[in-house]
């Protein structure tokens, strides 16, 4: 049971019941009742805002409503007292066999119970990583990469059915440049000696097993072609293997997409008809395009610029700052015109709703592209996009900027072999994506309170721990959480263990909260709060014979204790599960 949602119907179950009694007005609108949990938990365990948002509708004060509906409360199941606070917030306070009931339907759920249907399954696309084809991802790639994959196991626990979708940048002058770099590869395996790697073309060591590739697939062969032959024949092979080596990457760090988009084929026209020129004959159709002339850049203006009729889309009508061309003045299309098409597209697959994640470099984009996307789809569908910052490595408080395999760069596998999938994963997301993020390979990996994955992960270690030294004052016992749900829990007395309770019965409303917000980094914080918590009652009971775990003169309490703390360690593992780390049952 939802505690939050549970209480939020006994309220609305309450108002329409005084509704009916003839002490509130009919008709009105429950739509913004909240139920949340008070600011300081003094003021008791649930808080609702249902007398002061319903006032002006029921001509009524909000006290004189919160009165009414406090004392309509007082009756329902699980409530100890209700009372009313400041100018009409009504406040909660449950008793100790309710939280008790909580633990045993926790328990006997499993990971059922962070399970929510507030999507209602609800399809939604979440277009992550997207890096460029022209080189191994560098730790920023990573960033986005953690933050979009659990981004998307959370939505899913949430209740929504999603895609992971991955856009592969195969067009443009930057994978020509990819072609020409790996085609200098080529001929080096071939036995030339190529110098220096011109300024332009890329420079890293990555480049030449794709060189070797070719070399043993063409022999000689692309060396006697013109460049307009060979590009398209390197560039396909170069992409290719560029993408796998990108696949493998995530793969390290346990990310898989379901589709994987290719800019080309948005260029492809086998019909007569490119998906881009698809695109703009429709934005046409609604009048969105025009040809006409943009204002000259704010500030010094380039020496290039020059005012030129080209063709534009009406972006300010949809909240942009200027209006946007669509054709470079070799009348192919501009970047802007891939990016609509591909947002099209995706509307056309039924999405409408759609979460991009982009780099820092990219935020000055959000403006347009959200006013693409309500032109194409005439306001039917949403798009949040959420960029991830940068990323600063430092070992022992130095920066690390360089790498011996991208040549400029750390990669995301560096990182990844050094520290590990998990505590990359964890320190990743242990940030809020919008705030710069420092990485210290030193402070990562120590053993302490200061490190929050190893924290966390010690928390659900320490609990199988205890499991262990349990079977031996219990031979046989089973650490299903399951086996421990018809445990004597009204024998759970002490405030930390009640506080431990309601912590984990806040789960999965973290999780709404979360999911709602698109904010996976909640969740980590939620564990890290949770962790604290248990260890709390674990060095209370090192002061305190009483309150330790296991309790060899009394089975009963210490089932009731062992139960708790599968729960804890259940909580645990379904919120790592979101961020994708593995929980561990034994520190090494």
Same mark, same amino acid.
């Given at each position: 049971?939802?505690?939050?949602?549970?209480?939020?119907?006994?309220?609305?179950?309450?108002?329409?019941?005084?509704? #009916?009694?003839?002490?509130?007005?009919?008709?009105?609108?429950?739509?913004?009742?909240?139920?949340?949990?008070?600011?300081?938990?003094?003021?008791?365990?649930?808080?609702?805002?249902?007398?002061?948002?319903?006032?002006?509708?029921?001509?009524?004060?909000?006290?004189?409503?919160?009165?009414?509906?406090?004392?309509?409360?007082?009756?329902?199941?699980?409530?100890?007292?209700?009372?009313?606070?400041?100018?009409?917030?009504?406040?909660? $306070?449950?008793?100790?066999?309710?939280?008790?009931?909580?633990?045993?339907?926790?328990?006997?759920?499993?990971?059922?119970?962070?399970?929510? /249907?507030?999507?209602?399954?609800?399809? +939604?696309?979440?277009?992550?990583?997207? *890096?460029?084809?022209?080189?191994?991802?560098?730790?920023?790639? =990573?960033?986005?990469?953690?933050?979009?994959?659990?981004?998307?196991?959370?939505?899913?626990?949430?209740?929504?059915? +999603?895609?992971?979708?991955?856009?592969?940048?195969?067009?443009?002058?930057?994978?020509?440049?990819?072609?020409?770099? *790996?085609?200098?590869?080529?001929?080096? *395996?071939?036995?030339?000696?190529?110098?220096?790697?011109?300024?332009?073309?890329?420079?890293?060591?990555?480049? +030449?097993?794709?060189?070797?590739?070719?070399?043993?697939?063409?022999?000689? &062969?692309?060396?006697?072609?013109?460049?307009?032959?060979?590009?398209?024949?390197?560039?396909?092979? /170069?992409?290719?293997?560029?993408?796998?080596?990108?696949?493998?990457?995530? *793969?390290?760090?346990?990310?898989?997409?379901?589709?994987?988009?290719?800019?080309?084929?948005?260029?492809?026209?086998?019909?007569? $008809?490119?998906?881009?020129?698809?695109?703009?004959?429709? !934005?046409? $159709?609604?009048?969105?395009?025009?040809?006409? +002339?943009? @204002?000259?850049? $704010?500030?010094?203006?380039?020496?290039?610029?020059?005012?030129?009729?080209?063709?534009?889309?009406?972006?300010?009508?949809?909240?942009?700052?200027?209006?946007?061309?669509?054709?470079? /003045?070799?009348?192919?299309?501009?970047?802007? @015109?891939?990016?609509?098409?591909?947002?099209?597209?995706?509307?056309? #697959?039924?999405?409408?709703? !759609?979460?991009?994640?982009?780099?820092?470099?990219?935020?000055?984009?959000?403006?347009?592209?959200?006013?693409?996307?309500?032109?194409?789809?005439?306001?039917?569908?949403?798009?949040?996009?959420?960029? =991830?910052?940068?990323?600063?490595?430092?070992?022992?408080?130095?920066?690390? #900027?360089? /790498?011996?395999?991208?040549?400029?760069?750390?990669?995301?596998?560096?990182?990844?072999?050094?520290?590990?999938?998990?505590?990359?994963?964890?320190?990743?997301?242990?940030?809020?994506?919008?705030?710069?993020?420092?990485?210290?390979?030193?402070?990562?990996?120590?053993?302490?309170?200061?490190?929050?994955?190893?924290?966390?992960?010690?928390?659900?270690?320490?609990?199988?721990?205890?499991?262990?030294?349990?079977?031996?004052?219990?031979?046989?016992?089973?650490?299903?959480?399951?086996d421990f749900s018809d445990g004597d829990f009204?024998?759970?007395?002490?405030?930390?263990?009640?506080? !431990?309770?309601?912590?984990?019965?806040?789960?999965?409303?973290?999780?709404?909260? &979360? &999911?709602? &917000?698109?904010?996976?980094?909640?969740?980590?914080?939620?564990?890290?709060?949770?962790?604290?918590?248990?260890?709390?009652?674990?060095?209370?009971?090192?002061?305190?014979?009483?309150? #330790?775990?296991?309790?060899?003169?009394?089975?009963?309490?210490?089932?009731?204790?062992?139960? !708790?703390i599968l729960a804890v360690a259940q909580t645990?593992?379904?919120?790592?599960?979101?961020?994708?780390?593995?929980?561990?049952?034994?520190?090494?």
């Open positions: 049971m939802n505690p939050f949602q549970h209480f939020d119907a006994e309220i609305r179950d309450r108002l329409a019941a005084l509704q #009916r009694e003839g002490l509130l007005a009919a008709g009105l609108d429950f739509k913004h009742v909240k139920v949340e949990a008070p600011k300081d938990e003094a003021h008791g365990d649930l808080s609702s805002n249902a007398a002061m948002v319903l006032a002006k509708q029921a001509k009524k004060p909000p006290r004189e409503i919160a009165e009414l509906l406090a004392k309509a409360l007082e009756e329902a199941p699980g409530v100890q007292y209700a009372n009313v606070a400041g100018p009409g917030f009504i406040n909660l $306070k449950l008793n100790d066999a309710f939280w008790h009931e909580q633990l045993s339907q926790i328990l006997s759920q499993g990971s059922a119970f962070a399970q929510s /249907s507030m999507g209602g399954g609800e399809k +939604v696309n979440v277009e992550y990583v997207s *890096a460029n084809p022209t080189g191994p991802m560098h730790v920023g790639h =990573c960033r986005g990469a953690v933050f979009g994959d659990a981004l998307a196991n959370l939505l899913t626990t949430a209740g929504y059915d +999603v895609t992971r979708e991955y856009y592969i940048n195969d067009a443009g002058a930057q994978v020509d440049v990819l072609a020409q770099s *790996a085609f200098l590869r080529y001929r080096e *395996a071939l036995g030339e000696n190529i110098g220096e790697i011109p300024e332009g073309l890329y420079p890293g060591d990555y480049l +030449v097993p794709v060189g070797t590739q070719l070399a043993k697939t063409h022999g000689d &062969a692309l060396k006697s072609m013109t460049e307009n032959d060979w590009l398209p024949i390197v560039r396909e092979a /170069s992409v290719q293997v560029m993408m796998d080596m990108i696949k493998n990457d995530l *793969a390290a760090l346990g990310i898989e997409h379901d589709v994987f988009f290719s800019e080309r084929t948005l260029h492809e026209a086998p019909g007569g $008809k490119s998906a881009i020129g698809h695109t703009v004959e429709t !934005l046409e $159709k609604d009048d969105l395009i025009y040809e006409g +002339v943009l @204002a000259p850049p $704010k500030g010094k203006q380039p020496d290039d610029w020059e005012p030129r009729a080209q063709t534009l889309f009406r972006a300010t009508q949809f909240g942009d700052d200027t209006d946007r061309p669509l054709k470079k /003045s070799d009348g192919s299309y501009t970047y802007f @015109a891939s990016d609509i098409a591909y947002h099209l597209n995706k509307y056309e #697959r039924g999405f409408t709703n !759609l979460i991009d994640v982009w780099g820092a470099d990219h935020a000055g984009y959000i403006k347009r592209m959200s006013a693409a996307v309500k032109a194409i789809t005439g306001g039917n569908a949403a798009l949040d996009v959420k960029v =991830c910052q940068l990323v600063r490595l430092f070992r022992d408080g130095e920066p690390v #900027r360089m /790498s011996k395999r991208a040549g400029n760069f750390v990669t995301l596998r560096d990182v990844v072999d050094e520290v590990g999938p998990d505590v990359v994963r964890f320190m990743m997301l242990y940030r809020k994506n919008d705030a710069t993020l420092d990485f210290d390979f030193a402070k990562v990996t120590e053993q302490s309170k200061d490190n929050p994955v190893f924290y966390v992960q010690y928390a659900h270690a320490r609990v199988h721990s205890v499991m262990r030294t349990a079977g031996e004052v219990l031979p046989g016992l089973d650490d299903s959480p399951n009204s024998l759970l007395k002490d405030d930390s263990e009640l506080r !431990l309770i309601k912590q984990i019965s806040a789960f999965p409303r973290a999780i709404e909260t &979360a &999911a709602g &917000a698109h904010e996976p980094h909640r969740i980590a914080f939620y564990l890290y709060d949770l962790a604290s918590e248990f260890h709390a009652l674990w060095n209370k009971g090192k002061e305190n014979e009483n309150l #330790r775990f296991v309790l060899s003169d009394n089975l009963d309490l210490t089932k009731a204790r062992l139960g !708790l645990i593992a379904i919120g790592l599960g979101i961020l994708g780390v593995k929980p561990v049952k034994e520190m090494r």
